[in-house]
């Protein structure tokens, strides 16, 4: 036993042990997730999960396809051929109205805003263990997406912000993240509060409006939007809607629950937001790099 | 000479084609909706991890644990080398342990891939959900730590398949 651990290769192990400690405290003092060697390696991976993501449609209900074309041939054997040619087919129309449905949305998206730049985005990734519809997408920084940029649906709903963007991807954090603030107001009243997520609702891909007044004549239905204060979220973006008012706690004050417009935990395509006029007029980059130093100093 | 040369392109060949199934676990794992059922996702780079490591040794285990756990990292956003670290020291122990006191078959490494999946998903949820204090930890973890461990350990001897197929078919002469 005490050779095992004196062992040249048990001290190696140790090594790396120790390095990846390093490696994680480097991270953690940095205030970054990612690493330079991440960078590099979600650059690779992005084509994998890209062509990945795009089949993933077909996987889920690949059983269903196959069942389906066997009874196919089973019935009508000399269709083969043709079958085949209209699956192509099929399938490249698919494609190009998926696309063609983006371009829509983005369109009418830009009409509505035309302060907003956007930039279309397909979710490519989501890990097993994430706990709040954290998710990746196939754009990053060589593309002019952003730390901070604003991630929407396709119907223009709230979704989130860009944790992290690497070259060729990013990692977005969604409100239904617990901590992840965003200023806004029930459109009907003009209450205003602060959106974030909740670990209680988040598995029903919900969040809560946090500290309304106690007094408040908001009511379940009402629409929820973003104010543009703090400079981080762009004014008037649609959030979602109140499902239920509770009181606090504390018993001073009001959160309602908010049912998203977009269903997080399900989102294919996104839009990014990846430039704006904040309520004070301001460029969005320029509040965000004034928000950066900030929580640099 | 030639014999030498041979035997270390098989050992290449065999760690190429780890490390793509490696690629191709990560990208399934990571993919969105694959196999999810009530919202639980399987896990990948584990098993494939767990089962290089019960077929090469532990030292060539560990190290390629820490491959898959940084890949796991960086897939998921994840701060670097904190899944890897965990993977090293999971398969590293499990390896052993199947040395020692397991034979190597299907039902016993759906077992150690059972628990080495649990051990995993439940530091995870032990530094990102109970030690910052959300809510409602016991229904997290009944209704998502504990099927996930099990849906991949049922999941698991796909991984064994493959490791096992790449390990019998590059096997370099004894010369």
């Known amino acids: 036993m005490k050779d095992f651990f004196y062992s040249k290769k048990f001290k190696v192990l140790v090594a790396v042990a120790v390095l990846l400690g390093g490696i994680m405290a480097w991270a953690g003092a940095n205030g970054r997730l990612a690493s330079a060697p991440e960078e590099i390696l979600s650059a690779i991976l992005a084509p994998f999960q890209q062509g990945a993501s795009a089949v993933s449609g077909g996987v889920n209900g690949l059983l269903d396809k196959y069942v389906r074309i066997d009874s196919i041939l089973a019935e009508n054997e000399a269709l083969k051929q043709e079958n085949w040619e209209l699956r192509d087919q099929l399938v490249e129309y698919d494609r190009l109205k998926a696309e063609n449905d983006a371009y829509k949305e983005r369109e009418r998206l830009e009409e509505d805003s035309p302060e907003y730049t956007y930039a279309s985005a397909f979710v490519i990734g989501r890990d097993p263990l994430e706990q709040f519809g954290g998710f990746t997408i196939d754009l990053g920084t060589l593309d002019g997406v952003q730390t901070g940029d604003v991630v929407v649906s396709d119907q223009g709903y709230l979704v989130g912000r860009v944790l992290e963007a690497g070259p060729a991807s990013s990692k977005v954090m969604t409100i239904l993240q617990p901590g992840s603030y965003a200023a806004c107001v029930v459109s009907r009243t003009r209450d205003s509060s602060n959106l974030n997520g909740s670990s209680q609702y988040a598995s029903s891909g919900q969040c809560v409006l946090e500290n309304l007044s106690r007094d408040t004549l908001a009511t379940v239905g009402d629409e929820i939007i973003t104010t543009g204060l703090g400079g981080e979220f762009p004014p008037d973006i649609r959030v979602g809607t109140i499902e239920e008012i509770l009181p606090e706690e504390s018993g001073r004050s009001s959160i309602a629950v908010i049912q998203p417009g977009a269903d997080i935990n399900d989102l294919k395509h996104v839009f990014v937001i990846t430039d704006f006029e904040t309520a004070s007029g301001q460029q969005a980059q320029e509040a965000t790099s004034g928000a950066q130093s900030q929580a640099a100093g | ?175």
């Open chain 2, 1 to 175: 000479m030639t014999s030498r040369r041979k035997r270390n392109l098989i050992l290449v060949a065999k760690w190429v084609c780890y490390f793509v199934v490696l690629l191709l676990a990560a990208t399934l794992q990571s993919l969105p909706g694959f196999l999810q059922i009530a919202g639980v996702k399987p896990l990948f780079i584990l098993p494939v991890c767990l089962g290089v490591a019960v077929y090469e040794g532990e030292y060539p285990g560990a190290f390629f644990a820490i491959a898959g756990g940084l890949l796991w990292d960086w897939t998921a956003g994840r701060v670097s080398g904190l899944m890897a670290l965990g993977l090293m020291v999971v398969c590293f122990t499990a390896s052993m342990l199947v040395e020692m006191y397991l034979r190597v078959n299907f039902i016993n490494f759906v077992l150690v891939c059972g628990a080495c999946c649990l051990l995993v998903t439940s530091m995870d949820f032990l530094f990102y959900y109970l030690m910052p204090g959300y809510a409602a930890p016991a229904q997290r973890y009944l209704t998502m730590v504990l099927p996930m461990s099990l849906y991949s350990a049922l999941l698991s001897p796909l991984a064994m398949i493959a490791v096992r197929w790449i390990a019998g078919r590059f096997v370099p002469d004894n010369q």
